[in-house]
């Protein structure tokens, strides 16, 4: 008889059914029932990611030669002009000289050719007083005046040469400066890659000596997925916990999304950076982190398990929210109504419009799928969980 009614109300179209309900355990198939409950909800996007320093320099040498000496070790600060490291000095201090015994030497030569410039102009002025009086040939004078000129150019030849040798002696000062390494910056030593009696060889690429970090300031280089990355923005708040670190939470805000993707195994991977202040040195470089964007959050609001949303209403969306059709139980009948939630994560729905708190509403999935969302919320931040 139960039947024959529940199947009358069905063809005649109505708002409200009866119905019953099989309490039996282990049907796959059987109703069940979920009640809205009063609790807080916080939407996120997760993901994982990497510390590191928010600022650091990779010192390196400028220069080839042997490591001579390494004045600090990893974990040791140092402050902007400290020296760092020393590299052989002696070829470089060997071309220094070189150069300035040139440098000598073409200023000598100089000298003489200037004193030679001298003795020409003298005799181009006195055969050219003497060409008034026809008192010297038109040929003597201008062999006098061709000595002349050619004493000029060639004093100017040597100040040219006495330049280039100058210009190549500031460069080999400057690479014997560059022997003596000095700190750039405030920091710690967080690397040491080179060693004392190493050949560095600084022709084709920059060997690099040492790291130096501020490590008070911390970023967190988080990959998110390319379905997520559009949600975040910079300035969205988050948080991130790490290995050991139990319940402890980090908190900081997005500083910048990289437009470049990273590509592992086809999946498409944004790096997110995160910056947090690391003043009592608990996180360290290259540690891996579980990151929560946080979207949005709400607290003591009506909380609907995701199990009663059944078929989305685009069409009656609204400034409450996203519109869904929910099926509410009032003792032994069904009502169809239209619910309208704002904060969405793994298990709840924040409840905005169309039922309170305490109503009971009808699951829409079986038991069986409920099993599986339990498992893939596995882990999830106790947020989501309503306060009864």
Do not use: C
């Amino acid at each position: 008889m139960r039947g024959v009614l529940l199947a009358g109300l069905i063809l005649a179209g109505a708002g409200s059914v009866y119905v019953g309900f099989d309490s039996k355990p282990g049907g796959g198939n059987e109703l069940r029932t979920l009640e809205v409950a009063l609790g807080d909800i916080e939407e996120n996007v997760t993901a994982q990611g990497k510390l590191e320093p928010k600022e650091y320099v990779d010192v390196g040498a400028q220069v080839t030669g042997q490591l001579q000496k390494l004045h600090v070790e990893i974990g040791d600060n140092v402050s902007p002009g400290q020296l760092l490291a020393e590299i052989d000095p002696r070829v470089y201090a060997a071309r220094v000289q070189a150069d300035e015994a040139n440098i000598k030497n073409l200023q000598a030569q100089l000298a003489g050719q200037q004193a030679q410039v001298i003795f020409a102009r003298q005799q181009y002025e006195r055969n050219r007083a003497l060409m008034k009086s026809k008192g010297v040939s038109e040929q003597d004078f201008q062999n006098s005046e061709f000595d002349l000129k050619k004493a000029v150019a060639t004093a100017d030849s040597i100040q040219a040469q006495i330049e280039q040798v100058q210009s190549t002696l500031s460069g080999d000062r400057a690479n014997l400066g560059f022997t003596k390494i000095f700190a750039p910056i405030d920091g710690t030593v967080v690397t040491r890659t080179a060693r004392v009696g190493q050949t560095l060889n600084a022709n084709q690429t920059t060997p690099m000596i040492l790291q130096i970090a501020k490590l008070d300031a911390m970023t967190v280089r988080a990959q998110v997925a390319e379905a997520d990355v559009m949600r975040l923005q910079p300035g969205l708040p988050v948080y991130f916990t790490t290995l050991g670190s139990g319940e402890r939470r980090w908190h900081g805000k997005v500083r910048q999304i990289l437009p470049s993707p990273e590509v592992l195994n086809n999946v498409v991977l944004y790096h997110v950076l995160v910056d947090v202040d690391n003043r009592d040195r608990q996180l360290m470089s290259g540690m891996s982190t579980q990151m929560f964007f946080v979207l949005g959050r709400a607290e003591r609001v009506g909380l609907m398990p995701l199990a009663a949303l059944g078929r989305r209403l685009p069409e009656q969306d609204s400034d409450k929210g996203k519109a869904y059709l929910v099926k509410q139980v009032a003792g032994q009948t069904v009502n169809e109504k239209v619910v309208h939630v704002g904060l969405l994560n793994r298990r709840f729905a924040e409840v905005r419009e169309g039922v309170a708190v305490g109503d009971r509403l009808l699951a829409m999935t079986k038991l069986e799928d409920k099993a599986k969302d339990k498992k893939k919320a596995a882990g999830y931040p106790t947020q989501g969980v309503p306060r009864l």
